[in-house]
């Protein structure tokens, strides 16, 4: 025999000197130590030989609230903690409810933290952010401006850009650029077919003024600027 306590456990009565003239004498209630998974204690109990394990928050609700209607959950309410079964803190509810549980005592915050900056700023404060699962932005409207202006500000950006290109080029130095050695993006100086034509017009021995600009004044400055890329490589 097993018996539920309203405090949270299972207790196992045995008989004891039993035989075929008598079931013998109760023995003490014995108190199930139980083992926990996934943080809810279980029990094993020994029903007609065979043996079961069973949630001990189960257990409780079905002795003193019934079984269980047909999709309804048992949550830990107020107390979330897993191991707390005492009675008054179970109830069979629905999914949804029990998530509900986890927000019931946490109103909706109304503040928010920058990630720039770090501090706790109203959420009034914050630019939104469709993308974001809050709809806000991480950084508050006045982090948020400062960095747009910094990026706006020509000088900062070129400089900033520069600061990228020469960490990133230390890695792999042909970030950026496309296969035939040009620059890849809307700057790029040389139509491709074009250079091609001028080098096979000009051959090897125009290599001695590669560098030059002045010797070669038939050629314009811009293919002798693409000729130097791709004699570089
Ligand atoms: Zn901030």
Redesign the pocket.
Known sequence: MYYAHPGGTIWSVKRKGGNDCGAGRIGPPRKLRGNILNGYIRVSLDIDGKVFSKSVHRLILETFRGVAPEGYHACHYPDPNRKNNRIENLRWDTAMENAKDKYRDHPIATTKC??????E?EKKDFYSDKRAIDGLKT??K???SKVSMDTRDPLKKRLSNRIFMRNIRRLNPSYGRSSLGGIKGPHRPVAAPAVDAAVVAVGSHDLGHQNTSGSSGAMPDKILHSLNFLLVR
Request: proline share 0%; aromatic share 8%; net charge positive.
């Open positions: 920058c990630n720039r900056c770090g501090y700023k950084e508050c006045i982090c948020h």
